[in-house]
């Protein structure tokens, strides 16, 4: 499970929520034609269970109306993320797992989130 608010343009991004069920990372995936694409940021290393207000230094800056994708990815036991290597949780449907959300340069910080 995962949740992100909508952020405000910065090079730096909080996730809200995530719940792991084996230690990984948030990557956090530009967009690529309604897909996600390059990661341009990457948390570091979460143990399994539930984690709160995740910061995730990213390698460029933000923009207003963009969109983003956070996708977990499960550690291959080395604690170094590497993409080729650190593979995406699967959803119910044996897909990846991710969320969309945007940028806005008005976004709300939300206060408490209850999922």
Known sequence: ???ISDQIPSNTLMVDFVSL???GFVAIHADKNGEPGDIIGI??????GESNDVKINLTRNTVDQEVLYAMPHKDNGNGIFKKEEDIPFKDELNEDLWMEFQIFSDAEI???INI
């Open 43 to 48: 948390t570091s290393l979460l143990g399994e």
């Open 1 to 3: 499970v995962i949740y």
């Open 21 to 23: 069920n084996a230690i």
């Open 110 to 112: 939300p206060t408490d």
